[in-house]
């Protein structure tokens, strides 16, 4: 037996003989059956294929998974028809499965780091002759086996593991594997003996503008588990569409399934940050200690919404909880493991140095990634799922009333500064349309996210004059414009005259903006869309590739000649009569880069959905307005830099107050909708 643990099998007392009190903070599930296709994200392989390793893993010294060039372990998918169950599944004789995977490995580092928890038993229950393997990892990825146990018949299988070792990174988690017969896998448990600062109650919120199908689905999969509402007081629904999820076709099932817990609010749309406000606002109304936002176009794991408010419990103190954000269109693909904000150029989704993005877990999994060992520590979370302590909210407010945009890392960062610390879980998450099937910095959310993001370096920037945003701002408003996406300039320009009219008018405009910015599209070809390129005159080619290539991204030697050049054309030549009657290329989405669209003169260019086009023209005035403007307002924004920092901040406090909210939505909406 370890000395790191104490393991029994068919009991549940400690080896003193005394009954001790231990609850459950992470149980080992399986997907259902409408996410078979995700399953290496709950269940994984390590088949033993021979006699030798078979006797080697039953004495407990077989490894996990296949070692590079070893033939004697192979790799194998695991088995869809042998789950059982939400928490059960049967292992094939001589296999064995592993729950070293992201929803059912133990997230060690996380533990140790933010709660008071010290040490942590695992309990099995198995059915059959076979064994069960604990094992764990460090900050570097290394893998260890800590202890296995032969199990025979019911058994259930404790042991009691450590969190010391843990300060830096690594994970716990244990494989099952069969002898000469199958053996069920009847569930398993991580529990804790240690003291809970609070047993929270939750309020959910859901924020959504006319998408009524992913809402109910979500409402359905809840009501599906009712054992994820054990300590929720409300589900929320803040409605800001017009197409309303009331009167949706399936709403009365999912409001009878969820009875009095389900609310929907009916406002107008005041955009995310306006929805999740009034989620915040209603937790601390109703007496919640915690409210968890979720975006609407998402699908839930709902044991990820136990999960986070368990882990909340037992943080030190008061601490903002989130979950991962997993790709809806490829569902095991991992788009971050936590985000920080580069205080120099406050760049958007910036992802933590020591991991990687888009991990595909189909690909490699968890025991074979050494980077996602090591514990990531975050300056926010996503609000597609983010649990937030009232308690937090009374002392330094509510969103931003920013409509879209940067709510979320503002507030994430204000939360930091005040002392409150925001962790992204490990094994909570839902699935979202990740930002490579988007285009958002483009556009009519470019007023936002351009506006929002000066907004969170005016509050938050570390240097005096914003570090290097200004600059980085004026290259992404030069690219925009040498690549015909003159709507984007004109909504980017826009935004610095409201930031510089100042924060006591952003309340005002949050129902206003949208409708504004999206009728500045209707003169601009680029921004109007069609289904098909079809809908459009011809392609005419106009233009034979040099020496047959393409055009390529300049080097950085060549860079400021391309660039001189590019401009003098883009400014100085005229548009022909045959690029205006014609489009020159068809450009996919993927292809459509500022290097490449700078040389174009017309092209038919698709969306990053695909599902419709529109013709980009140029236009050497505009261009030439373009960018004396924008030369000229960031000029404007950098001189008065001083002064609005200290506007915003001053006004920071008001503007987030529970008593501005109210205002605002009192004035778009009933208080006492029901």
Same mark, same amino acid.
């Given at each position: 037996?370890?000395?790191?643990?104490?393991?029994?099998?068919?009991?549940?007392? !400690?080896?003193n003989?005394?009954?001790?009190? *231990?609850?459950?903070?992470?149980?080992?599930?399986?997907? %259902? !059956?409408?996410?078979?296709?995700?399953?290496?994200?709950?269940?994984?392989?390590?088949?033993?294929?021979?006699?030798?390793?078979?006797?080697?893993?039953?004495?407990?010294?077989?490894?996990?998974?296949?070692?590079?060039?070893?033939?004697?372990?192979?790799?194998?998918?695991?088995?869809?028809?042998?789950? /059982?169950?939400?928490?059960?599944?049967?292992?094939?004789?001589?296999?064995?499965?592993?729950?070293?995977?992201?929803?059912?490995?133990?997230?060690?580092?996380?533990?140790?780091?933010?709660?008071?928890?010290?040490?942590i038993?695992?309990?099995?229950?198995?059915?059959?002759?076979?064994?069960?393997?604990?094992?764990?990892?460090?900050?570097r990825?290394?893998?260890?086996?800590? /202890?296995?146990?032969?199990?025979? $018949?019911?058994?259930?299988?404790?042991f009691?593991?450590?969190?010391?070792?843990?300060?830096?990174?690594?994970?716990?988690?244990?494989?099952?594997?069969?002898?000469?017969?199958?053996?069920?896998?009847?569930?398993?448990?991580?529990?804790?003996?240690?003291?809970r600062?609070?047993? $929270?109650t939750?309020?959910?919120?859901?924020?959504?503008?006319?998408?009524?199908?992913?809402? +109910?689905?979500?409402?359905?999969?809840?009501?599906?588990?009712?054992?994820?509402?054990?300590?929720?007081?409300?589900?929320?629904?803040?409605?800001?569409?017009?197409?309303?999820?009331? !009167?949706?076709?399936?709403?009365?099932?999912?409001?009878?399934?969820?009875?009095?817990?389900?609310?929907?609010?009916?406002?107008?749309?005041?955009?995310?940050?306006?929805?999740?406000?009034?989620? @915040?606002?209603?937790?601390?109304?109703?007496?919640?200690?915690?409210?968890?936002?979720?975006?609407?176009?998402?699908?839930? /794991?709902?044991?990820?919404?136990?999960?986070?408010?368990?882990?909340?419990?037992?943080?030190?103190?008061?601490?903002?909880?989130?979950?991962h954000?997993?790709?809806?269109?490829?569902?095991?693909?991992?788009?971050?493991?936590?985000?920080?904000?580069?205080?120099?150029?406050? $760049?958007?989704?910036?992802?933590?140095?020591?991991?990687?993005?888009?991990?595909?877990f189909?690909?490699?999994?968890?025991?074979?990634?050494?980077?996602?060992?090591?514990?990531?520590?975050?300056?926010?979370?996503?609000? *597609? @799922?983010?649990?937030?302590?009232?308690?937090?909210?009374?002392?330094?407010?509510?969103s931003?009333?920013?409509?879209?945009?940067?709510?979320?890392?503002?507030?994430?960062?204000?939360?930091k500064?005040? $002392?409150?610390?925001?962790?992204?879980?490990?094994?909570?998450?839902?699935?979202?349309?990740? *930002?490579?099937?988007?285009?958002?910095?483009?556009?009519?959310?470019?007023?936002?996210?351009?506006?929002?993001?000066?907004?969170?370096? +005016?509050?938050?920037?570390?240097?005096?004059?914003?570090?290097?945003?200004?600059?980085?701002?004026?290259? +992404?408003?030069?690219?925009?414009?040498?690549? @015909?996406?003159?709507?984007?300039?004109?909504?980017?320009?826009?935004?610095?005259?409201?930031?510089?009219?100042?924060?006591d008018?952003?309340?005002?405009?949050?129902?206003?903006?949208?409708p504004?910015? &999206?009728?500045?599209?209707?003169e601009?070809?680029?921004?109007?869309?069609?289904?098909?390129?079809?809908?459009?005159?011809?392609?005419?080619?106009?233009?034979?590739?040099?020496?047959?290539?393409?055009?390529?991204?300049?080097?950085?030697?060549?860079?400021?000649?391309?660039?001189?050049?590019?401009?003098?054309?883009?400014? %100085?030549?005229?548009?022909?009569?045959?690029?205006?009657?014609?489009?020159?290329?068809?450009?996919?989405?993927?292809?459509?880069?500022?290097?490449?669209?700078?040389?174009?003169?017309?092209?038919?260019?698709?969306?990053?959905?695909?599902?419709?086009?529109?013709?980009?023209?140029?236009?050497?005035?505009?261009?030439?307005?373009?960018?004396?403007?924008?030369?000229?307002?960031?000029?404007?924004?950098? &001189?008065?830099?001083?002064?609005l920092?200290?506007?915003?901040?001053a006004?920071?406090?008001?503007?987030?107050?529970?008593?501005?909210?109210?205002?605002?939505?009192e004035?778009?909406?009933?208080?006492?909708?029901?």
């Amino acid at each position: 037996m370890s000395t790191a643990t104490k393991s029994e099998t068919q009991g549940g007392t !400690e080896n003193n003989g005394t009954q001790a009190e *231990w609850t459950t903070v992470q149980r080992v599930i399986l997907p %259902g !059956e409408r996410g078979l296709e995700t399953l290496p994200l709950y269940m994984d392989s390590g088949v033993v294929t021979s006699s030798t390793d078979l006797t080697d893993a039953m004495s407990g010294f077989g490894r996990p998974s296949a070692a590079p060039g070893d033939e004697t372990i192979t790799s194998r998918s695991v088995h869809a028809d042998d789950i /059982e169950s939400k928490t059960s599944a049967s292992v094939r004789a001589g296999e064995r499965i592993s729950f070293g995977t992201y929803f059912n490995a133990f997230a060690a580092s996380y533990w140790r780091r933010w709660t008071t928890v010290q040490e942590i038993r695992l309990s099995v229950r198995t059915s059959g002759r076979g064994t069960v393997s604990v094992y764990k990892s460090n900050a570097r990825g290394s893998l260890q086996h800590v /202890e296995t146990t032969r199990v025979m $018949g019911q058994a259930e299988t404790l042991f009691t593991l450590p969190l010391l070792p843990f300060g830096d990174g690594g994970w716990y988690w244990f494989d099952v594997t069969a002898g000469a017969e199958d053996i069920q896998f009847l569930g398993a448990e991580w529990q804790t003996q240690a003291p809970r600062r609070q047993h $929270g109650t939750l309020t959910v919120e859901i924020t959504t503008l006319n998408k009524t199908a992913y809402c +109910l689905n979500n409402l359905r999969i809840l009501g599906e588990h009712p054992e994820a509402l054990a300590n929720v007081k409300e589900v929320i629904v803040v409605d800001q569409g017009t197409e309303k999820l009331a !009167e949706a076709e399936g709403f009365a099932e999912v409001s009878a399934a969820l009875g009095d817990k389900l609310r929907i609010i009916n406002q107008a749309n005041l955009g995310g940050s306006g929805g999740f406000a009034r989620g @915040m606002y209603e937790a601390v109304e109703n007496g919640s200690d915690y409210v968890m936002l979720l975006d609407d176009d998402v699908v839930i /794991e709902p044991e990820s919404i136990t999960r986070l408010g368990i882990f909340a419990d037992y943080c030190k103190k008061p601490t903002l909880v989130g979950g991962h954000m997993f790709d809806l269109h490829d569902r095991n693909v991992l788009h971050t493991f936590g985000e920080i904000v580069n205080p120099w150029v406050i $760049g958007p989704d910036e992802p933590n140095p020591n991991q990687q993005m888009r991990h595909n877990f189909a690909r490699r999994n968890l025991r074979d990634t050494p980077w996602m060992h090591r514990r990531v520590d975050v300056d926010y979370n996503g609000w *597609w @799922m983010c649990l937030i302590p009232t308690s937090v909210i009374r002392e330094i407010g509510l969103s931003l009333p920013v409509f879209i945009k940067w709510d979320d890392t503002e507030y994430g960062v204000r939360a930091k500064a005040a $002392g409150y610390s925001t962790v992204s879980l490990p094994g909570s998450a839902v699935w979202h349309v990740s *930002w490579i099937d988007k285009d958002d910095l483009v556009g009519w959310q470019a007023y936002f996210h351009t506006r929002n993001r000066f907004i969170y370096a +005016l509050l938050h920037s570390p240097y005096d004059l914003g570090g290097g945003l200004i600059e980085n701002s004026l290259k +992404l408003d030069l690219k925009h414009n040498i690549s @015909m996406q003159y709507y984007t300039v004109l909504g980017r320009i826009e935004a610095m005259r409201d930031l510089l009219r100042g924060p006591d008018q952003l309340h005002a405009i949050l129902p206003t903006k949208l409708p504004a910015i &999206r009728a500045m599209a209707k003169e601009h070809s680029e921004a109007q869309f069609k289904p098909s390129p079809d809908d459009f005159p011809v392609v005419k080619t106009r233009k034979v590739p040099r020496r047959g290539k393409g055009v390529s991204v300049p080097s950085y030697v060549s860079l400021v000649p391309w660039l001189a050049k590019t401009i003098v054309r883009q400014v %100085g030549v005229p548009l022909s009569d045959a690029s205006r009657r014609n489009p020159e290329a068809l450009v996919p989405h993927e292809d459509n880069r500022w290097w490449r669209m700078s040389q174009l003169d017309s092209a038919l260019v698709s969306n990053a959905e695909g599902s419709a086009a529109s013709w980009y023209m140029r236009d050497p005035k505009l261009v030439r307005k373009l960018l004396i403007d924008s030369v000229r307002i960031y000029g404007d924004v950098l &001189r008065r830099w001083p002064s609005l920092k200290k506007q915003y901040r001053a006004a920071l406090p008001q503007i987030t107050s529970m008593e501005a909210w109210r205002k605002t939505f009192e004035a778009h909406s009933d208080l006492g909708d029901k």
